[in-house]
Nanobody
Framework: VQLQASGGGLVQPGGSLRLSCAASGPQFSSYTMAWFRQPPGKEREFVSAIRRSGGSTYYTDSVKGRFTISRDNAKNTVYLQMNSLQPEDTAVYFC??????????????????WGQGTLVTVSS
């Protein structure tokens, strides 16, 4: 599976962006999809994940109520709608595909495939 993330850019605080991650290959629907981010000078961190059917979603506490993950298995694409963006959301955002158990959802070593990252900058 090859992943291509897009949709990043510069946005003012309080603004919104929607990230997309397009996957190649026929097995997209068999993977849990996730978004991670790496703020400047910091380690990569988990943001959100969605199970294969889209029925279960997971979020890190700092984005709950602001970000929404979704997927369209017919289009081999996962999305991250980001609202009420704050400067601390500034990071390179990566999409990933894997098969983690629920207790390991936030661990990047549970994901097999990674996109190249898209930069989100929140600044006035």
């Amino acid at each position: 599976v090859q992943l291509q993330a897009s949709g990043g850019g510069l946005v003012q605080p309080g603004g919104s962006l929607r990230l997309s991650c397009a996957a190649s290959g026929p097995q997209f629907s068999s993977y849990t999809m996730a978004w991670f981010r790496q703020p400047p000078g910091k380690e990569r961190e988990f943001v959100s994940a969605i199970r294969r059917s889209g029925g279960s979603t997971y979020y890190t506490d700092s984005v709950k109520g602001r970000f929404t993950i979704s997927r369209d298995n017919a289009k081999n694409t996962v999305y991250l709608q980001m609202n009420s963006l704050q400067p601390e959301d500034t990071a390179v955002y990566f999409c990933a595909a894997g098969s983690p158990i629920t207790s390991a959802m936030s661990l990047d070593q549970m994901y097999y495939y990674w996109g190249q990252g898209t930069l989100v900058t929140v600044s006035s």
